[in-house]
């Protein structure tokens, strides 16, 4: 993965100059707006609904999440259609999968060396009392 940068707007942006996906991914707000486009498509105004934020401050969040590659737009009459572009998530489905299998092979190491350690002592393994406070 390429170094952040960051661009004129301030957002973290890749080499490329394309926002990071982790980044567009890191608020709350976007978050919300991706989980109410696994629904289907949705227009701006569907996807304002129960959020407490203007119409433009919705757009701006929409347009980072559609320049991360997470979401694409159809114009449909006076209406622009968002939909998620599972493909944008790609990267950190990876990075987190990663993460995962890291984190799987590190215990189970400590669970070998515990499990070893035991048959070595022919005790178990407890774990050690909180110090009185």
Do not use: C
């Not at 919705?58 to 968002?82: I, T």
């Not at 493909?87 to 950190?92: F, I, N, T, V, Y």
């Amino acid at each position: 993965m390429m170094a952040p940068m960051s661009g004129k707007s301030g957002r973290p942006r890749l080499r490329n100059d394309r926002p990071d996906a982790f980044a567009a991914l890191a608020d709350l707000t976007r978050r919300h707006l991706l989980e109410k486009l696994t629904a289907g498509e949705r227009s701006v105004s569907e996807l304002m609904a129960d959020l407490a934020v203007t119409q433009a401050a919705v757009s701006q969040h929409l347009k980072v999440l559609r320049d991360a590659g997470l979401v694409e737009v159809r114009p449909e009459g006076r209406h622009r259609l968002y939909r998620l572009r599972p493909e944008g998530l790609a990267e950190p489905r990876e990075w987190l999968t990663d993460l995962e299998r890291f984190w799987k092979e590190r215990l189970k190491s400590l669970r070998d060396v515990l499990d070893e350690t035991e048959i070595e002592t022919g005790s178990e393994h407890e774990p050690e009392a909180a110090p009185p406070a």
